[in-house]
């Protein structure tokens, strides 16, 4: 006798459903925050070194620097916060969550039995979980979608800029690039391709052969580029390495347009990370004497 099985779903596997469900909101908050902090630190950080720089200022001591950091993460988290809608308790008690583990470690930190290294360190592996304590006492507040802020104050284009958050990361992560270019390893060029097989097999979107060969071309092609860069070595392997990486800033705006294997954000931020550190190498070769 055939045994039949029962395909119906159990209650067990409805709460486990629901229970996914329920985090991906707070997964996706805590994300945005994390960016968001990064901004902040990315923006705040050199613009204050550069006004210390011009009045004179000695650098901070790795108290108030760490105290300075959580400042600006705290700004940066805080106006994305605002402008998502969360109310005013929620932004303070995150804005806690910033500070806590940095005061919390200052104890150790003057007592001598941790350095500024770990101080530093220790506060930014602190501040996820402090972030997530956060969210789960306004664990509501969090798992609702919130809005961009339907106020006077939200004009249009402020708007559009916040819907350009992917190339506003990428211009904050290579702000320093245009004052002290460094060029990548010719090795890190295979990061490019990579990143996208990767995201894309994540993603399921490269079960169709022509997408799967073109991505494998892809790879195939910077991986040649790679090599030769490290066998001519001096100024043909940077120039190489500019070229790679121009060359993957058009293939993330082919795949920005067609929304094809990766997200369009992360199409949009490799683009313009990758359009800046060809530049600046290119730049970089041309003054060097």
Do not use: K
Request: overall charge positive; charged content about 15%; aromatic content about 6%.
């Amino acid at each position: 006798m055939t045994e039949l099985t029962s395909t119906t779903t159990t209650p067990h596997h409805e709460d486990g459903r629901a229970r996914r469900a329920g985090l991906r909101p707070l997964a996706r908050h805590l994300l945005e925050m994390a960016l968001a902090m990064l901004a902040g630190m990315l923006l705040l950080g050199p613009a204050r070194g550069a006004l210390a720089g011009a009045f004179g200022l000695a650098p901070a001591s790795p108290g108030v620097g760490a105290l300075l950091m959580a400042t600006d993460m705290s700004v940066g988290m805080a106006v994305w916060m605002w402008y998502r809608g969360h109310s005013g308790p929620a932004i303070g008690e995150m804005t806690a969550a910033m500070y806590v583990p940095v005061l919390l470690l200052l104890v150790p930190f003057r007592a001598g039995l941790i350095d500024g290294d770990a101080l530093l360190m220790g506060g930014h592996l602190l501040m996820l979980p402090a972030m997530l304590v956060a969210m789960l006492r306004r664990r509501d507040e969090y798992a609702r979608h919130h809005a961009s802020r339907p106020t006077p104050r939200q004009h249009p284009r402020v708007r559009a800029l916040a819907h350009r958050w992917p190339t506003g990361l990428a211009l904050l992560m290579t702000f320093g690039n245009w004052f002290s270019p460094l060029a990548p390893h010719p090795l890190a060029l295979l990061v490019l391709p990579g990143g996208y097989l990767l995201i894309g097999a994540y993603r399921g979107r490269l079960g169709d052969r022509r997408v799967l060969a073109v991505q494998l071309a892809g790879l195939a092609g910077w991986t040649a580029l790679a090599l030769a860069a490290v066998a001519l070595g001096g100024d043909a392997a940077l120039w190489l390495v500019a070229a790679g990486w121009l060359a993957h800033a058009a293939w993330d705006a082919v795949h920005h347009r067609r929304n094809e294997v990766v997200p369009r954000g992360y199409a949009e931020f490799c683009g313009v990370l990758d359009a800046v550190v060809g530049v600046t190498v290119s730049l970089m070769i041309l003054a060097t004497p």
